[in-house]
């Protein structure tokens, strides 16, 4: 099964990590959750699920106004060829989340590390950074530096990479 949204917040604070998280109806897109700004400050964050033709999955997070270029991408995050969007069942299975709700906090349910996670560094000159905590229906915000602690208390690299134009 996966994470909960209190599991996760759990195991921040065993890290040692302090997040505030703001509660609020679910938000789908990056235009639904825009209409939160003012009220939520630093870095908001847009998620892309992707695989490659042998399989390998990615999520590549970046800020929610970065233009990424798709048929590029691939020779940035190390994939395999051109990448397509992950299917949702296997968004489920290896991040634990549905469409709307993906976030840099589903690496916490890759117990396996089938996922690349991949942060662009534009989003990481954010002192603080914002993403759905396992659902769309809240936001949590964690300093950039703890979001790298997080990452890799799950056993995950936290590869900074150019991916945004």
């Known amino acids: 099964m996966p994470k909960t949204e209190a599991e996760l917040m759990a195991f921040l604070a065993e890290l040692g990590i302090a997040a505030s998280t703001k509660r609020h109806p679910p938000l789908y897109t990056v235009a639904d ?16 699920f992707l695989k490659d033709k042998k399989d390998n999955f990615f999520l590549v997070t970046v800020g929610e106004d970065a233009v990424v270029d798709l048929k590029q991408i691939h020779q940035v995050i190390g994939a395999a060829g051109r990448v397509s969007f992950g299917k949702p069942e296997m968004l489920m299975e290896l991040l634990g989340v549905t469409p709307g709700a993906v976030t840099v906090f589903g690496v916490i349910n890759d117990t396996a590390n089938r996922v690349k996670l991949v942060l662009d560094k534009n989003l990481m000159e ?5 993403g759905h905590p396992l659902t769309n229906e809240a936001t949590t915000s964690i300093a950039a530096s703890d979001l790298i602690k997080f990452v890799e208390a799950t056993g995950h690299d936290a590869a900074i990479l150019k991916v945004s134009a």
């Open 33 to 48: 959750s825009q209409a939160l700004r003012g009220e939520i400050a630093g870095g908001h964050t847009k998620n892309l």
């Open 126 to 130: 954010h002192a603080v950074i914002n």
